[in-house]
């Protein structure tokens, strides 16, 4: 299974978000610049991720975002879930598969993705946090001007 980038970059926020200071406000700018992703993507990704109320936004010149529930709440099958379009491994109905039917593939492929799910299900986003710490530093040292 592979996850889109539209996962991978909401990761990216949640994890840059949990290695900063709970009082301290990031901004979609600053996030967009530390990864080198456009600001367009991390606005959506963050909209969706404000709605979900996995982060927190405010609006305005003192504005930012930061996370919107303990990092031991934010459980890393809920993230995917959130941001894949489908989850399905397979297509079998567009355009639709003449041997839909019998074909055992379509099962194996849904059991792997399952237990997939069940073991990203095990983790939060705490335990992507403390190796966060370290990225973040470097991504600020690697940024100074």
Request: net charge positive.
């Amino acid at each position: 299974m592979r996850l889109t980038k539209h996962t991978d970059y909401a990761f990216r926020v949640l994890i840059y978000l949990a290695s900063i200071p709970e009082d301290q406000l990031a901004t979609v700018q600053e996030i967009a610049e530390k990864f080198d992703v456009s600001r367009s993507h991390i606005m959506k990704i963050v909209h969706k991720l404000a709605v979900a109320g996995l982060i927190q936004s405010s609006r305005g010149q003192h504005g930012g975002i930061r996370l919107g529930k303990p990092k031991e709440a934010i459980n890393l099958r809920s993230v995917i879930e959130l941001m894949e379009a489908t989850l399905a491994p397979v297509n079998c109905d567009d355009p639709v598969c003449i041997i839909k039917k019998s074909c055992a593939l379509k099962n194996i492929l849904f059991d792997a993705q399952l237990q997939f799910l069940e073991h990203v299900e095990r983790y939060t986003l705490a335990d992507l946090a403390a190796p966060a710490v370290s990225i973040v530093r470097m991504l600020n040292a690697g940024k100074q001007d």
